[in-house]
């Protein structure tokens, strides 16, 4: 423990953040990390209180209580050991991790918790910045060979493992650059996309191969998301070639709104919407970009996702933007004795939301179901809504609450129903009672299809999550792969 009344001396301090005005000028990150002294001073806020529930919060397992005591004995390069033996990646977590931790942290009881995020996203900032995050190339080799289908944070971060295993590792992404949801739907300004490109070229110094814009198995015509393939690749060829297959396609199938209207032009999917604008960050030249400057916005979904369509409609020049949320507005505060040490359901203001707020152009809805959509000549104008309640566990309308909203573009952000199905079904894998790929997370035996060789990991195998859970899911499948391949297995779970 760094200082025994660090938690007693010092406030909890919050990462800065550029100014409104100026951060949308553009789509870049602006949160301010911790200096070190900050850093330092906030890591001595660890009581480390014997039972660190914040260890069992985060769903990699980060030894936090190690890393705080070395952060604030200054020796950060042990510090960015300890991280990087539990997480691949923690620039990305550091970054856009929800931090379940900070909610389990015994501190959180009756004092603002432990800043573990801010803290891990300085440690691994500063790593980079010190050079000392060095590729890992295996010593030996095992002659075995490993597909991994998908390049989100689950397939990157198996690929790694399995790469530094010894095995032969190729990852095949449809589109045409790695990093999944990370790439083309998180927006630049939670997580610029340089974090990903250094850590391709990273795992490419270590053995790991890419192949992009290459789609395993086949897709529906009428499915409207990222594919950028101009090669395809059946499940059988991919088979027939590798010793193992790891399936980390992602729950890429979003889940639509079908009431009246739903034709009409001006009604997208969310992942329509923020892949383009990732696209365009990226010095692509689309044919034409889907906009929401001068429009009247209306976002369907309270989550990251709908936030994330918030920022970006905010950051094109919307008149309005609007956010529609399903269930009643959750309060302000939780009843910590009553859910600590687990994630509590809270009122929850993201930067976007306080973005739109500060410019006077965002309204948030709570408790609101859409009833039709309305359009003039083909076009969107407008939807119909209708107040809901919660009444013997279900919710149901309220008569007389009938409204209606104007509107020029509505983005459905209303989250993923599960993988797509043409890819488990190329490989003929079962799937789980949500269409899921089935296999269980067990010590042993886990992450197995029902398909001799073929392994499910990330959300494709657990439905739409979190990028640590997905990176959880990717570390501990790499391990059931490489115990399948060589008998043993000294990567750690
Ligand atoms: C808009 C948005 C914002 C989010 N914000 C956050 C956040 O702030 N924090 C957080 O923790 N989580 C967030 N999430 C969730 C998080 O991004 C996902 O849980 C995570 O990326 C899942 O990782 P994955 O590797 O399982 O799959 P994905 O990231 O979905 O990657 C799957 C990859 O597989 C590829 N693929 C699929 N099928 C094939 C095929 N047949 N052949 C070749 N390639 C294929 C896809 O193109 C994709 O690149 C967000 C999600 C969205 C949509
Ligand atoms: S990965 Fe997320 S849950 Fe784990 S320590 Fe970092 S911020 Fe907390």
């Not at 990732?278 to 989550?303: E, F, M, P, T």
Request: hydrophobic share 40%; glycine share 10%.
């Amino acid at each position: 423990m760094g200082k025994v009344t660090g938690f007693m001396e010092y406030e909890r301090l919050e990462e800065g953040y550029k100014p409104v005005p100026e951060r949308l000028k553009h789509h870049k990150e602006f949160v301010v990390t911790l200096d070190d002294s900050q850093a330092r001073l906030q890591a001595a806020r660890c009581m480390d209180c014997g039972t660190p529930f914040c260890n069992s919060g985060c769903p990699v397992n980060n030894i936090i209580p190690d890393f705080n005591d070395l952060v604030y004995a200054g020796d950060w390069q042990n510090a960015i050991q300890v991280l990087h033996s539990t997480n691949n990646f923690p620039e990305f977590t550091g970054r856009i991790c929800p931090a379940p931790c900070e909610a389990a942290c015994t501190l959180y009881v009756n004092e603002d918790a432990v800043g573990i995020k801010s803290i891990e996203h300085a440690i691994i900032d500063k790593a980079w910045e010190q050079g000392w995050v060095l590729p890992q190339p295996p010593r030996h080799k095992t002659g075995r060979s490993v597909a991994v289908v998908g390049s989100g944070p689950a397939g990157m971060a198996a690929a790694q493992q399995l790469a530094r295993a010894g095995h032969d590792v190729t990852v095949f992404e449809k589109n045409s650059r790695i990093g999944g949801l990370l790439r083309y739907g998180i927006p630049d300004f939670k997580m610029e996309k340089s974090h990903i490109d250094r850590r391709v070229a990273q795992m490419q110094a270590e053995g790991v191969v890419f192949q992009t814009s290459t789609l395993i198995g086949s897709l529906p015509d009428s499915l409207k998301i990222t594919n950028d393939a101009h090669t395809v690749i059946s499940a059988e060829a991919l088979q027939a070639r590798f010793d193992a297959v790891l399936l980390t396609g992602g729950a890429e199938q979003s889940r639509d709104l079908p009431v009246p209207g739903r034709d009409l032009d001006g009604i997208h999917f969310a992942m329509e919407f923020l892949p383009q604008q990732n696209k365009v960050n990226a010095g692509d030249q689309l044919k034409s970009q889907l906009r929401a400057d001068g429009k009247h916005v209306i976002v369907i979904g309270g989550g990251d996702t709908g936030s994330d369509c918030v920022g970006t409609s905010t950051r094109h020049g919307a008149l309005s933007v609007t956010q529609f949320e399903l269930m009643p507005e959750p309060p302000e505060q939780e009843n910590k004795p009553l859910v600590w040490p687990y994630w509590p359901l809270k009122l929850r203001t993201s930067s976007s939301h306080d973005e739109g707020a500060e410019k006077g152009i965002l309204q948030r809805e709570f408790a609101i179901s859409t009833k039709a959509f309305k359009g003039d000549k083909g076009k969107l104008t407008g939807l119909t809504t209708v107040q809901v309640e919660v009444k013997d566990g279900k919710l149901v309308e309220i008569a007389g609450t009938e409204k209606e909203y104007q509107a020029d573009l509505v983005l459905l952000a209303m989250g993923f129903v599960n993988p797509v199905a043409a890819v488990l079904d190329a490989f003929g894998v079962a799937k789980d009672g949500r269409g899921n790929a089935k296999a269980s997370t067990d010590f042993t035996g886990g992450y197995a299809t029902s398909v001799a060789k073929v392994f499910a990991a990330g959300d494709m195998r657990r439905g739409q999550s979190l990028v640590v859970w997905a990176i959880r899911e990717g570390r501990q499948a790499a391990r059931a792969v490489d115990e399948f391949l060589m008998g043993f297995s000294d990567l750690p779970r």
